[in-house]
DNA sequence: CGGACAAGTTTGCCAC
DNA sequence: GTGGCAAACTTGTCCG
């Protein structure tokens, strides 16, 4: 029938909108935490600083890896 | 103890890490959703205009309700 | 001529910084034409509240022509 | 009369509309200067950066010329 | 001076 | 793969 096409279209937004509410709740909790550990003495700046380069430091990592998967790969 | 600052830095970098971990993981699945609607025959800029024009009526929303608390302080 | 590189960049720096001027002269006059309504008796934080609103309104009407636009694409 | 009130917030806020008009059109002209630049070969980021540092400079001997005139008139 | 708000800058994404 | 577009983050500004 054709209300079907209409609310497959209904889900799909439905689910997307979910999942950026939960993305919105989260962005906020994270503020969160980097208000109570500035009210605790913490440097805001600094700890985002730290943050960004263990993610980095992640991501290199995780190249790495691959990179070895890779070279394991081609030898068989 | 004098291990307790380094602990308390520790458990905050960790809960932001958990954090965006998650918001990763949720913003992967969105992703995911709109790849299955492009299969589904929806096209993806339409439905992120959707979704994005949803959202403004939404912050519109929560601006009005934040402009009347607005003029009622102003009103004294 | 060789001064010709240097010219061009002397000039292209110049209507920058030209610009700037002015666009720093018409924030005072907002922030005079605010005052002045502060002392007459106006509230600025609802005048920038109303401002912003107006401005909102502009550019959802904006984003609007702009979503008729991509449903008229999407639907070939 | 009660007209009175209303027609002068509608004139301030159209002087506040009609002055952040003009600061919108200028930011746009910036904005195509530096699209200029940039199919004349540069480097906008480092347009940027001059931009800023020359800013800066200006505040500084700004700061400069003030303290001398406070000096002249400590000095009677 | 500290937090709220806006501006600017950077980053990731999608279309070409 | 490149360049334009939209979103996130960072920085600066203004008010209380």
Redesign the pocket.
């Known amino acids: 029938m054709s209300e079907q096409g209409h609310n497959q279209l209904t889900t799909i937004v439905q689910r997307i909108e979910s999942v950026e509410a939960e993305i919105k709740e989260l962005?906020e909790g994270r503020k969160e935490i980097y208000l109570e550990a500035?009210s605790n003495g913490y440097d805001v700046?600094a700890l985002?600083a730290i943050v960004?380069r263990r993610r980095q430091d992640q991501e290199k990592l995780a190249n790495h890896e691959m990179l070895v998967d890779t070279y394991e790969a081609a030898l068989g």
Chains 1, 2, 3, 4 share one sequence.
């Open positions: 962005g500035k700046k985002k960004a």
